[in-house]
C-alpha cells in the first residue's frame, strides 16, 4: 500500500474518535448503528472535517495511508468490532 492512499469509511456512522493512540498512531475510530464499529490505524493524516462527533457516509474519504505509531512501513489496520467484539 502507498502512503497518502485515501481510506474510505465503510458505512454511515459518526467518528467517536479521531486523534493519537500509541501504537496505533493517527486512528479513526466510528460508530455506526448500535452494534458496529470500525477502527483505521497508522494514518499519515486525517481528511478534512475528521473530528470527533463528525458524521461520516460510505465510500466519504476520512483519512490517508501512513506509518503512525508502532507501523514499520505504510499500511493501513482496519478493525470491525460487532458488539464491543471482533467477529470470528
Do not use: C, W
Request: no cysteine; glycine share 14%.
Amino acid at each position: 500500500m502507498v502512503a497518502g492512499t485515501p481510506v474510505k469509511a465503510t458505512a454511515d456512522g459518526r467518528v467517536t474518535f479521531a486523534d493519537r493512540n500509541g501504537s496505533f498512531g493517527k486512528l479513526i475510530i466510528i460508530q455506526h448503528g448500535n452494534r458496529y464499529v470500525t477502527k483505521y490505524a497508522h494514518l499519515n493524516d486525517y481528511a478534512k472535517g475528521i473530528k470527533a462527533g463528525a458524521r461520516v457516509r460510505q465510500n466519504d474519504i476520512i483519512g490517508y495511508v501512513g506509518a503512525t505509531g508502532a507501523a514499520n512501513g505504510p499500511h493501513l489496520l482496519y478493525e470491525l468490532l460487532v458488539d464491543g467484539t471482533q467477529p470470528g
